[in-house]
């Protein structure tokens, strides 16, 4: 990751952060919010190694390819979901990953590019798209954020859902990773 040690150990934390919390999500009784933590997991966990500052450890040539094969097969897994109905939020998450793939492509140096360890040259990938990416994770940031925003409605019946069923966290989980992924574009 390009940028301040302080900023990617950061994004390390938060994503990490996130991917524990989908983890406990997997034990919903609800299959569809499984499949959603499942991959939300996979994202959250992927851009916190992704976010590890170059100067702590410098990664091995491969993986790049890694990152780029993972995400690659999640993008895949997400389409195949999105495809049924309610698919909505499966196709964010083919988005994401593909967002992912492209990034660790934009880190390998392919298309001339300088290498994640060197950071011997410009960092970054096609402008273009780069600036679709900002543009559809900043309208998702904001539609995701106005959906925590408080609502007058009726008080709850007392009991509290479990820690993996409450959906203002899922939501939170949901943001946190969006304003990372903004933050990872930019570094690009």
């Not at 851009?47 to 091995?60: D, G, Q, R």
């Not at 899922?170 to 933050?183: N, Y």
């Amino acid at each position: 990751m390009h940028g301040t040690a302080l900023s990617g150990w950061l994004l390390v934390a938060v994503c990490a952060a996130t991917g524990a919390y989908c983890v406990l999500r997997l034990r919903s009784t609800c299959p569809r919010a499984r499949s959603s933590a499942g991959g939300e997991a996979v994202m959250g966990f992927g851009m916190a190694a992704m976010a590890v500052p170059a100067a702590f450890a410098t990664p091995p040539s491969w993986i790049s390819a890694a990152y780029a094969g993972v995400f690659g097969a999640a993008a895949l897994r997400a389409g195949w979901l999105a495809r049924g109905n309610g698919g909505g939020h499966h196709l964010h998450h083919a988005i994401g990953s593909l967002a992912m793939v492209y990034m660790a492509l934009a880190m390998s140096g392919v298309g001339g590019h300088a290498a994640h360890g060197g950071h011997t040259g410009p960092a970054g990938g096609i402008p273009l798209v780069t600036g679709a990416l900002l543009v559809y994770y900043v309208g998702y940031v904001l539609t995701t954020g106005a959906r925590l925003l408080p609502t007058a409605g009726p008080a709850g019946d007392g009991g509290a859902p479990g820690w993996g069923a409450r959906p203002e966290l899922t939501l939170a989980c949901r943001l946190s990773m969006g304003i990372a992924m903004l933050a990872m574009l930019l570094a690009l």
